[in-house]
């Protein structure tokens, strides 16, 4: 804070340098350079933040936003005391960005363009930030988001409890955490909800296009089609979808999300800038195109709904094609599709929805009751 007067003074001094060789000598270019100079010390104007119930909300964990494995080792070997007292010691470290950061940063630049295009809209994606950390902690989250550049506004601090009995309140259309137990509880209250992972090496993802991946049963379906592989077989599946092709599947869990994402696409559309549109959606399926793939197309088209792009693997690896894609976030319900996007340097969330997760909670039991 001492530094600052000084700056002030040698601003001055260049001013006054500046006034005085545009008297002597007569050029204009040392009043802009003096000016330039004067407007990087005033603060940047942060645009307003949108009402909640206009905006598309955006709920992100501190640990999924940010890289907080030291602090929580902290956390759950000394207590929380230790762990507020060296947050407290460290609140002018800035933490270093985590899983969900790239994805935040796209979404902030999706708005600038956005706020370009329509400057009194309110239909822009607003970011909380959602953590059970205690108050005193505020302080080094606000220094690391001014650090990075980031626009979060909203805060949820729940000193310890359970942030997810507040999602509604901020009316949540996508929360994204490290907690997997959180991430179960707002998908049973009926929230988007996800538990994102680091992946195992660095990709680089676009700075202007903001790229999300969805797989589709499950996830943006229901887990109907699921159920009948699981209890019947392939065969038996590839009959049901193709009796079933033109009765629409039930919703999934991130429908509503792809839904909030294709209203802002038509949003650039209307003004000519559909294959400019800074936002680029894609449905990653393990389903074949030619034996089940028709019923999920249709499906989406019955919700006025589409994805730019849609790819049918028939059962090969998501990781190689992610990778090409590079989006900042994959959504998917199985783990080990999860697993290898991360592999593949993606950004992978698991949405811990459908029969899936009842067989995989089964058997982690079954292995806790062998292993007693």
């Known amino acids: 804070m001492e530094m600052e007067p000084a700056a002030a003074g040698k601003g001055s001094s260049a001013g006054g340098q500046a006034a005085g060789g545009a008297r002597e000598a007569g050029t204009p270019q040392r009043w802009e350079e003096a000016r330039t100079f004067y407007d990087s010390l005033t603060p940047k104007k942060k645009p307003k933040p949108p009402k909640p119930e206009n905006a598309i909300t955006i709920a992100v964990s501190s640990r999924a936003l940010f890289r907080m494995e030291e602090e929580q080792k902290i956390y759950t070997e000394q207590g929380v005391e230790a762990y507020v007292k060296y947050q407290l010691d460290h609140e002018n470290e800035p933490f270093l960005p985590g899983a969900a950061f790239p994805f ?217 094609l992610l990778e090409k894609i590079r989006p900042h976030i994959f959504f998917d319900d199985q783990m080990f599709h999860v697993e290898g996007a991360k592999e593949s340097g993606t950004i992978a969330a698991h949405v811990p929805y459908g029969i899936a997760q009842k067989q995989r909670r089964m058997a982690q039991e079954k292995q806790t009751k062998n292993s007693k």
């Open 104 to 320: 935040v940063k796209a979404l902030e630049a999706v708005n600038t363009q956005l706020r370009e295009l329509y400057p009194d809209s309110e239909e822009l994606f607003d970011i909380v930030l959602m953590t059970n950390n205690h108050a005193q902690v505020g302080v080094r989250l606000i220094n690391s988001i001014n650090h990075h550049n980031l626009f979060i506004e909203r805060f949820c601090m729940t000193g310890g409890n359970s942030p997810t009995c507040y999602l509604k309140a901020y009316h949540t259309n996508l929360y994204l955490s490290s907690d997997a137990e959180k991430v179960s509880e707002a998908i049973e209250e009926g929230i988007a909800a996800a538990t994102v992972f680091n992946p195992s090496k660095d990709v680089k993802v676009s700075e202007n296009q903001l790229r999300v991946a969805f797989d589709g049963d499950a996830v943006l379906f229901s887990d109907e089609s699921e159920q009948i592989v699981k209890a019947h077989g392939l065969d038996m599946f590839f009959e049901h979808e193709k009796a079933y092709e033109n009765k629409p599947l039930a919703q999934g869990p991130l429908k509503g999300f792809l839904e909030s994402l294709g209203k802002l696409q038509k949003k650039f559309y209307s003004k000519g800038l559909r294959l400019e549109c800074p936002i680029r959606t894609y449905l990653v399926t393990a389903r074949s195109a030619a034996s089940s793939g028709a019923r999920a197309l249709k499906t989406l088209r019955s919700w006025g709904l589409e994805t730019d792009e849609a790819l049918f693997l028939a059962g090969a690896p998501k990781g190689p």
